[in-house]
């Protein structure tokens, strides 16, 4: 990409108070001539007239299409974030998801970014390469709702034109915590140079992305997703002799087996 993109108008971003989102908050600045921050959770005021906080709650239809109007494009970080019963996922990350789609149509955005995630297809094994056409495996409810969410994004090209990019997000944190990560790891520059990627490249229409770093463990192939010109830039391979000093996991672990790792093990959430 260049090094200076012409910035949106507006761009909101969902999730602002989580882990990703407040790392996004101060690195989609350039990006933006107004960011439209937006969480269920508190957040911290506006610091200056480029920034619009929102509470919101993405499981509620109308004040979502409200959230949406007169912005460019869309991040869509918000939602739960890890495994959980079904009735908790549902509101915001199934029906919240379909609410910022449908407010995308009714106010004429035409880019959505959206933050699916490893556990689409965490139950193919770690032996395994798998590349944007691969079958899902969701391996949690989470899984599932990120699955639904890249089908609603397939769907708005496919109906509507509204492009998604679809970031299949491994392990984004600061550095990696356990030796699965060593496959998994997106560190945050990365991260913010494929959400620019995904903003400026051209003619996306749905493309689905693995969102990680250049690790030398590798378990998934970005070939499809060539044509946003994503170059990852950082290794988790520094970090490999403190997690490989932490105490094994036995064989049979599923975070040993499973590219979803733990989430592949949850559950049930309704007794037996
Ligand atoms: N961090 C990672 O490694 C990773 C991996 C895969 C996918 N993701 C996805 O990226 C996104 C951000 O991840 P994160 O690590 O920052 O998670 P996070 O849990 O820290 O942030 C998610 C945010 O969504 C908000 N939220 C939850 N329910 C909501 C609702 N009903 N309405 C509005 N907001 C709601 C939460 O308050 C929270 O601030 C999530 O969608 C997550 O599923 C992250």
Not at 127 to 151: F, I, M, Q, V
Not at 172 to 183: D, T
Not at 223 to 234: E, I, M, N, S, T
Request: with cysteine.
């Amino acid at each position: 990409m260049s090094s200076s993109p012409t910035p949106f108008n507006r761009l909101l971003l969902t999730g602002a108070a989580g882990g990703l989102g407040k790392v996004l908050r101060e690195r989609l600045k350039p990006y933006a001539r107004i960011l439209r921050l937006s969480d269920i959770a508190e957040m911290p005021a506006a610091t200056s007239e480029h920034e619009e906080v929102v509470r919101c709650d993405l499981a509620d239809k109308q004040a979502v299409d409200q959230l949406v109007e007169g912005v460019d494009a869309i991040l869509h970080f918000g939602g739960v974030s890890t495994e959980h019963s079904f009735e908790t996922i549902l509101g915001a990350n199934i029906c919240g998801t379909f609410h910022l789609y449908e407010a995308a149509r009714r106010h004429g955005v035409k880019r959505v970014i959206f933050a699916s995630s490893n556990h689409v297809i965490g139950f193919h094994q770690q032996t395994e390469t798998l590349d944007a056409h691969c079958l899902r495996r969701p391996d949690s409810y989470y899984g599932l709702s990120k699955s639904y969410g890249e089908d609603l994004a397939s769907f708005y090209f496919d109906r509507y034109g509204i492009e998604t990019v679809s970031v299949r997000i491994g392990s984004s944190f600061p550095e990696p915590q356990n030796v699965r990560m060593l496959a998994t790891w997106f560190s945050y520059d990365d991260l913010v140079q494929l959400m620019e990627c995904s903003l400026y490249a051209s003619d996306v229409g749905h493309t689905v992305v693995y969102g990680v770093s250049d690790n030398k463990a590798k378990w998934w192939d970005n070939r499809y997703a060539a044509h946003l010109g994503y170059a990852p830039k950082d290794s988790s391979e520094p970090f490999r002799e403190k997690v490989e000093a932490l105490p094994p996991l036995p064989a049979d672990d599923p975070q040993r087996i499973y590219q979803g790792g733990a989430f592949a093990a949850m559950g049930p959430f309704e007794g037996k």
